[in-house]
């Protein structure tokens, strides 16, 4: 038990690496063909999970989870933009 203690931060720090890697290719496919198939109820209930996750790592003063949530909080806000600018005008 002792080797997860010493190493709980570096387990969560690559699982938050992994995960919000994970989802780039959604903002790079929805750069390209626009964001008609991602439903707005998808985005904003993911959103709000994932911004929740942020304020538990915030309390929990736990920089993998900020880290990791941040990043896909801004993925999110990326993608929520292009879904909201017209295609024809990229």
Partial sequence: MTFLSA?????????????????????????????????????????????LWFLYGYLRMSVPLMFANGLTGLQIVIIVVLKLWPRKNR
């Fill in 7 to 51: 190493h709980t931060e570096a387990i969560g720090f690559w699982a938050g690496i992994l995960t919000t890697v994970a989802f780039a290719p959604q903002v790079v496919r929805t750069w390209r063909v626009g964001g008609h198939a991602l439903s707005w109820l998808m985005l904003t209930l993911f959103g709000s999970g994932v911004a």
